[in-house]
């Protein structure tokens, strides 16, 4: 069936590193923009980054800019973000979501979660 399938989440102290990987099963990623969101308990959701489809472009948030970085691999029908120097603050369950659209529209409209989501706590 169609879906989307987060993973590579984990606990990992203050500091650390964690890869997110999101692989689109049931349809080609090749012409969609791919954007990462995340979602804490009690707390909005919060776009965090965004690759285009046509010239991998970049977008990151402030809160996640220097630190997150967003990538793709078309021949693995997948995405990656890699998160470095991790705060507890970054704890949530993260998302990825897919369209046809530019980021721009991808990161400030209500798009649904496909996948179950993947968990990332940051903690000492």
């Known amino acids: 069936q169609v879906r989307l399938v987060e993973s590579g989440g984990g606990v990992v102290q203050p500091g650390g590193s964690l890869r997110l990987s999101c692989t689109a099963h049931?349809?080609?990623?090749?012409?969609?923009?791919i954007g990462w969101f995340r979602q804490a308990p009690g707390k909005e959701r919060e776009g965090l980054s965004c690759?285009?489809?046509?010239?991998?472009?970049?977008y990151y948030a402030d809160s996640v800019k220097g630190r997150f970085t967003i990538s793709r691999d078309n021949a693995k029908n997948t995405a990656y973000l890699q998160m470095n120097q991790l705060k507890p603050e970054d704890t949530a369950v993260y998302y990825c979501?897919?369209?046809?659209?530019?980021?721009?529209?991808?990161?400030?409209?209500?798009?649904?979660?496909w996948g179950q989501g993947t968990q990332v706590t940051v903690s000492s």
């Open positions: 049931g349809f080609n990623l090749d012409y969609y923009a």
């Open positions: 979501v897919t369209d046809l659209v530019k980021c721009s529209v991808l990161l400030t409209n209500d798009y649904p979660f």
């Open positions: 690759i285009s489809s046509r010239d991998g472009s970049t």
